[in-house]
């Protein structure tokens, strides 16, 4: 049996924009394979390159150097005619929604299927198929003024699905709205995920969006990825600086450095912070200092749980003897990867 091909596979992309004093390169050597059947999340701040990764997978921009391939099929170096066809097997959710406002929530959905020449009664099938997908049933006749961000968005995205494409490109696509409507919008791209079977890519500047959706997340900084892996593994133990900052966005159980001298001046002792998982018991070490004399008190932490496993981390103020303590410090250490003592 051959190899499923992926979604989508970058190698080696580079993306240059300008020329002599204005050059920028926007994305610098990209190797990247997107599952077919996955929530792939790209996380960046302002100016990282995710935009142009987008605009890369829907040939809206061309690479510099590099390969793109799109669900197997190469689509570097294709014709106007291939990249047609590309388009139609990817769906753009935007941030601003970029509905039209002089056409119904039916209409705006509709709009694709008359573009790829469907006939009317297909059209009007399959736009109420849509709506009933995404909630809509009873906005069908309402214009985007008349409809709330979350609906909006709602319409953008059955629109985006119309023509049944393999693939959905969100770009920031929750990010012009409140906590709740996000949730709902970022439940809505799961069912899509889920019951389609339709690969999507969640561009984000927002952990939380990464936390809700994503199986698998790339960090971009600066052009270049600097972590892929799974969300889990991002959030539990980050390794690059931007994604631990990223992650300390939305994760508050390691005290900052002002926090840890304020609990150093509160508590005195010995500030050791320990990571928390399923696997290995923080308990029993802690039974160990109780018999070596060291007493802890829990100073800071939390614990949170992502795709059904429990992460976290607790700081523990030691007090004992020097060498109990060292002790007891170095145990911890040894115990977690990225346990410290400070
Ligand atoms: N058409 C263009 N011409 C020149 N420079 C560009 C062009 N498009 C993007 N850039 C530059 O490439 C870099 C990456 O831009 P991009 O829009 O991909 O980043 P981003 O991560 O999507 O940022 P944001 O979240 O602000 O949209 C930026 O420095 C940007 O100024």
Known sequence: MSEQPPAV??????????????????????????EKGEIFGVIGYSGAGKS?????????????????????????GTSEAGVRRLRREIGMVFQQFNLFRSRTAAGNIEYPLKVAGWKRAERKARVAELLEFVGLTDKARSYPDQLSGGQKQRVGIARALA?????????????A???????????????????????????????DVIRAVADRVAVL?????????????VFANPQATPTRSFVATVL???????????????????MVTVDIDDERGLGAALAAATRADVRFEVVFGGVSTLQDKTFGSVTLALH???????????????????????
């Open 9 to 34: 596979e970058f190698r080696s992309v580079t993306k240059v924009f300008g020329k002599g004093a204005d050059r920028h390169v926007a994305l610098d050597g990209i190797d990247l394979r997107i």
């Open 52 to 76: 142009t990764l987008v605009r890369l997978i829907n040939a809206l921009e061309r690479p510099t150097s590099g390969t793109i391939e799109v669900g197997g099929a190469p689509i570097t």
């Open 163 to 175: 023509t049944s494409p393999a693939l959905l490109l969100a770009d920031e696509s929750t990010s």
């Open 177 to 207: 709205l409140d906590p709740e409507t996000t949730a709902e919008v970022l439940r809505l791209l799961k069912k899509i995920n889920r019951e389609l079977g339709v690969t999507i890519v969640v561009i984000t500047h927002e952990m």
């Open 221 to 233: 900084a600066e052009g270049r990825i600097v972590e892929l892996s799974s969300t889990f593994d």
């Open 252 to 270: 508050h159980d390691r005290p900052s450095d002002t926090e840890l001298a304020r609990l150093r001046d509160k508590h005195g002792g010995r």
């Open 320 to 342: 004992g003897s020097d060498d109990a303590v060292d002790e007891v410090a170095a145990a911890l250490d040894r115990r977690e990867r990225n346990s410290g003592a400070h």
